[in-house]
Nanobody, 116 residues
Framework: QAQLIESGGRLVQAGGSLRLTCVSS????????WGWFRQAPGKEREFVATMNWTGQRTTYADTVKGRFTISRDNTSNRVYLQMNDLQPEDTAVYYC?????????WGQGTQVTVSS
């Protein structure tokens, strides 16, 4: 198992940018595909972006394509999500986890709130 700790979320105005960080501890990191997910109030958790273990292949939800960028640092067991041109509909708790099931227990997430 791994412990996942997300950080970097805060209140930001529409059009602003944030960089989220996820640290994974407890097991090997570099051989796994990783992803970012989010859950808005009253909605199901949804996929945002994934990156394969080599860092050479990424996928994005249509709603964030062109605005968000996922990256990783295998030397420090970190996954990042650069979010640009944030919009109110991006307001959610953001989580990281393995890109596919079975996944690790979810962390606390980090709250991103975008004001209009």
């Amino acid at each position: 198992q791994a412990q996942l700790i997300e950080s970097g979320g805060r209140l930001v105005q529409a059009g602003g940018s944030l960089r989220l960080t996820c640290v994974s501890s407890g097991r090997a990191f570099s051989s796994d595909d990783w992803g970012w997910f989010r859950q808005a109030p009253g909605k199901e958790r949804e996929f945002v972006a994934t990156m394969n273990w080599t860092g050479q292949r990424t996928t994005y939800a249509d709603t964030v394509k062109g605005r968000f960028t996922i990256s990783r640092d295998n030397t420090s067991n970190r996954v990042y999500l650069q979010m640009n041109d944030l919009q109110p509909e991006d307001t959610a708790v953001y989580y990281c986890n393995l890109a596919a099931k079975p996944q690790f227990p979810w962390g606390q997430g980090t709250q991103v709130t975008v004001s209009s």
